[in-house]
């Protein structure tokens, strides 16, 4: 507590949610996730107990959502996901993620400035990750 009152009277503005953890996470995916994702996720976290995280931070970000520039390009048959998450809940316990990201397509990607000003103007997406998902590398070098 002290160190992210430090760091807010410094001028740091991240958002520190290392703990946020539940089952509560995956009702995004239940509620509004495609038949097959709501059923396995609603089996594995409501029947089996699992937990999900949720990686809802990057470096700096703090409080502005519309800064985030974690995107997942659509590919047609499936998302490409990349960015940095500063803080990620429950990496080794949970079953699956929520991530806030943006979700753009190949023409919005293809030939955007490196600074990534066009983002704000691209909607925030929640989109649920299983921790199995191929690709994906824990705990430190998430997105890479």
Request: aromatic share 8%.
């Amino acid at each position: 507590m002290a160190q992210g009152l430090a760091m807010f009277l410094a001028g740091r503005r991240d958002c520190d949610a290392r703990e946020i953890f539940s089952s509560g996470h995956g009702a995004m995916a239940v509620r509004y996730g495609r038949p097959l994702v709501a059923r396995t996720v609603h089996d594995r976290i409501v029947g089996c107990g699992e937990l999900a995280g949720v990686a809802s931070s990057e470096p700096h970000s703090g409080s502005d959502l519309r800064g985030l520039r974690t995107v997942a390009v659509d590919q047609g048959d499936h998302l490409l996901l990349s960015g940095t998450k500063g803080l990620v809940s429950r990496v080794e316990e949970a079953t699956g993620f929520v991530v806030f990201c943006k979700v753009v397509g190949p023409e919005q990607a293809a030939g955007q400035d490196a600074d990534g000003a066009w983002l704000r103007e691209v909607p925030l997406s929640a989109l649920w990750l299983p921790t199995a998902t191929a690709g994906v590398r824990f705990p430190y070098s998430w997105w890479g």
